[in-house]
């Protein structure tokens, strides 16, 4: 399984921008896929994930990114997305996308669980 991230960009804070992660090497429909993000000294922590088929496209998020950010798949494409609305300068790190085959059904993802992971793309969020 390979993953490849973009998207990232300098925008102003109030801004908008789409990630995307596109996979190869796999079924995409079958994997469990989430955006994670890391900013500088501070732990990686999750975004948002959408399940695949064994989940039937379950999503979760972070509360600091609700009714915010938008995660969405397009298996067809073999592509996940992260649509950020109203960004805020907290929101500046590097974004990852992360897969595995592992679905939990009483709860988000957690770290552990994703063994796939891009390489990541930077978002950067200032005036």
């Known amino acids: 399984v390979q993953l490849v991230d973009s998207g990232g960009d300098p925008v102003q804070p109030g801004g908008s921008l789409r990630l995307s992660c596109t996979a190869s090497?796999?079924?995409?429909?079958?994997?469990?896929v989430a955006w994670y993000r890391q900013a500088p000294g501070k732990e990686r922590e999750l975004v948002s994930s959408?399940?695949?088929?064994?989940?039937?496209?379950?999503?979760t998020y972070a509360d600091f990114v609700k009714g915010r950010f938008t995660i969405s798949r397009v298996n067809a494409k073999n592509t996940l997305y992260l649509q950020m609305n109203s960004l805020v300068t907290d929101d500046a790190a590097v974004y990852y996308c992360?897969?595995?085959?592992?679905?939990?059904?009483?709860?988000?993802?957690?770290?552990?669980?994703?063994?796939?992971w891009g390489q990541g793309t930077q978002v950067t969020v200032s005036s």
């Open positions: 090497g796999v079924t995409f429909s079958v994997l469990n």
């Open positions: 959408i399940s695949g088929v064994s989940g039937d496209g379950t999503t």
């Open positions: 992360a897969a595995c085959f592992k679905y939990r059904s009483l709860g988000p993802p957690v770290r552990m669980d994703f063994h796939y």
